[in-house]
């Protein structure tokens, strides 16, 4: 079974320019959650989604949002990029998102803004 | 504020030996712990999870103990092996909302040969 798969796998983008990454979760996963990874501040949930629904939100401003497709596959957006956004964007799918329904990742978009 | 306070930052062991992550959380709400691993250039990968029923919970060479009064849970490694040699993140979550993990900020763990 194929894993959690994202692309691009990098990105290099100019501040105030917009993102979108996207990802497709393992088949049959409805949930899919993203994640923003820096050594700063290290792993912090960005929004989950599950059945083209969110769920649950971070604490994150309003400039990154997110979406799902009736297929579950998701795209996460950043508009009006800033410095700060540079991280390692990771997506991780499960079956529902709840009970015993591990999160599994995928290997994540390097974004670097300049 | 952090939910999940991991220690230490970084460990170095020697091949044998059994390095210990401890970690700590303050919402009482939580109720599932799970370990992830994570080598350069991938995501983080599950290692072993349990949940506050339990106080202890083996699978492999990976041992989690789990003091709920305390509100504590570590992960041991027996047998490090230099494969080991990764970063280690402790998590929580409530059931009820699996999607959402709070993590520690990770334990780099290196094992000499």
């Excluded at chain 1, 194929?2 to 290099?12: C, D, E, F």
């Excluded at chain 2, 210990?20 to 999870?49: H, M, R, S």
């Excluded at chain 2, 349990?50 to 047998?79: C, W, Y």
Aim: glycine fraction near 10%; hydrophobic fraction near 30%.
């Amino acid at each position: 079974k194929a894993g959690v798969t994202q692309t691009p796998r990098y990105l290099i983008k100019t501040r105030g320019q917009q993102v979108t990454l996207s990802c497709s979760p393992i088949s049959g996963h409805r949930s899919v959650s993203w994640y923003q990874q820096t050594p700063g501040q290290g792993l912090q949930f960005l929004f989950e989604y599950f059945s083209e629904t969110q769920r649950n939100k971070g604490n994150f401003p309003g400039r990154f949002s997110g979406r799902q497709f009736s297929n579950s596959r998701s795209e996460m957006n950043v508009s009006t990029l800033e410095l700060g956004d540079s991280a390692l964007y990771l997506c991780a799918s499960s079956w529902e998102g709840f009970a015993d329904s591990p999160l599994h990742f995928g290997n994540g978009t390097r974004l670097t803004v300049t | 504020q952090q939910q999940v306070k991991q220690s230490p930052q970084s460990l170095i062991v020697q091949k044998g030996g059994i390095p210990i992550i401890n970690c700590a959380y303050e919402n009482t709400a939580f109720d599932y712990f799970p370990w992830y691993q994570q080598f350069p250039g991938k995501g983080p990968a599950l290692l072993i999870a349990i949940r506050p029923d339990v106080s202890e919970k083996k699978e492999g060479r990976f041992t989690i103990s789990f003091n709920k009064s305390a509100k504590q849970f570590s992960l041991h490694i027996m047998d490090s092996q230099p494969g080991d040699s990764a970063t280690y993140f402790c998590a929580a979550s409530r059931g009820s909302t699996l999607g959402r993990l709070y993590f520690g900020r990770g334990t780099q763990l290196t094992v000499w040969p």
